[in-house]
């Protein structure tokens, strides 16, 4: 690695990383991960918040954890790997946007941050958002509203009506006909575009994480299944799909890395734009190819593979998919002229 590419990346605390993988590894069974997609993993996540863990990302200023971006990734393509049932992305990475944007600290208990497109400023407030993550177990909400304004409400105030993901997770309906704001602040579209670039970086982590996992499950699967007396990881047509997995794995983990910290410098347009629309477009591949080399074992309720290629499907749709991203850097660059095309690309300061 040349001197330019390891400024690309800056590693997090491994002692967080290592302490969070034998949490997970401990807690995350496959029956604490089907219990999830029926009731809210309390006892998971409060074990996780008891130690500091749920707010990673959050400036300790506003009542959080700490930690850089690097860090919040970290936790998060943890989380991924082990396809954890919690809220780790709102409470963490997009809690910290909201705590700063506010200029507060949040409320205790869980605060979960989610776009409220079409809904315009007012107290009361009136409208309906779709699609916030984990809002059923939430105690608060906060929403980037239309017309440059985020709100703290509490979770009392609104109706939430119960959806969810592919991959089982809450993805509710919040209607706030009614809801009184417990407090506002004015945000400007750089904070906006803040807002969207976070929960892009995050969705981009926790793939990562799953697509590791993926990975040894799929490696490990076709090196013990045997077929006409060798292992059918010894078959062409296996490693073929064992390979295209593998690459995709790699180039999610190294996107989600340099994203992290061109974010952590304070940038972060283009390298989450490419990272999200790399990730989410190679997603169904991925999923594909761990299918196909797992057969029919794959498709079973009982076989834990399932669990990362739904959340797969899920999160590379969310805060916007590949077409959306592509069209952004499309935009981006068409806008900076034929001339800086070359140098947009290969040198981060002007990337970022």
């Known amino acids: 690695m040349s001197r330019q590419d390891s400024e ?11 302490e969070l993988e034998s949490r997970f590894r401990a807690t995350c069974t496959h029956e604490t991960i089907e219990a999830a997609e029926l009731a809210w993993a309390a006892p998971l996540w409060d074990s996780l918040r008891a130690d500091g863990f749920t707010t990673v990302g959050l400036p300790e200023e506003f009542g959080g954890s700490g930690g850089s971006v690097v860090d919040a990734c970290a936790v998060l393509r ?6 954890a049932p919690v809220p780790l992305a709102e409470s963490g990475l997009l809690g910290g946007w909201a705590a700063q944007v506010l200029g507060t600290e949040l409320p205790d208990g869980l605060t979960v941050v989610a776009n409220a497109p079409g809904v315009a400023p007012g107290s009361p407030l009136t409208g309906r958002v779709a699609g916030v993550p984990w809002a059923r177990a939430a105690d608060h909400l ?13 979770q009392e ?3 939430v009506e119960a959806h969810s993901n592919l991959a089982g997770e809450p993805r509710d309906l919040v209607v706030l006909d009614g ?5 506002a602040a004015s ?11 976070l929960g892009a970086l995050s969705r981009v982590a926790l793939s990562a994480g799953a697509l590791e996992r993926l990975v040894d499950l799929s490696v490990e699967y076709t090196g013990q299944r045997r077929q006409f007396g060798r292992p059918i990881s010894r078959f062409q047509a296996v490693q073929a799909h064992l390979v295209a997995l593998a690459e995709i794995s790699a180039l999610a983990t190294m996107s989600a890395d340099v994203a992290a910290a061109a974010v952590e410098r304070g940038g ?3 390298e989450v734009a490419c990272a999200k629309s790399v990730v989410a477009g190679e997603s169904a591949p991925a999923t594909r190819a761990a299918h196909q080399a797992h057969g029919a074992m794959g498709m079973t309720r009982e076989y834990p593979l399932h669990h990362y290629s739904r959340r797969l499907r899920s999160w590379a749709t969310e805060y916007g998919d590949a077409r959306t991203w592509n069209d952004v850097l499309g935009r981006t ?13 290969t040198e981060p300061a002007i990337a970022g």
């Open 8 to 18: 690309l990346v800056v590693r997090p605390d491994s002692g967080l990383v290592q």
């Open 78 to 83: 943890t989380a991924g790997r082990h396809a």
């Open 142 to 154: 906060v929403l980037a509203l239309d017309g440059g304004e985020v709100v703290l409400i509490g």
């Open 157 to 159: 105030s609104v109706r």
């Open 179 to 183: 809801a009184v704001p417990l407090a």
């Open 187 to 197: 945000y400007s579209s750089e904070d906006r575009e803040r807002l969207v670039r």
């Open 268 to 270: 972060g347009h283009y």
């Open 333 to 345: 660059v068409r806008a900076l002229g034929a001339d800086s095309l070359y140098p947009f690309v």
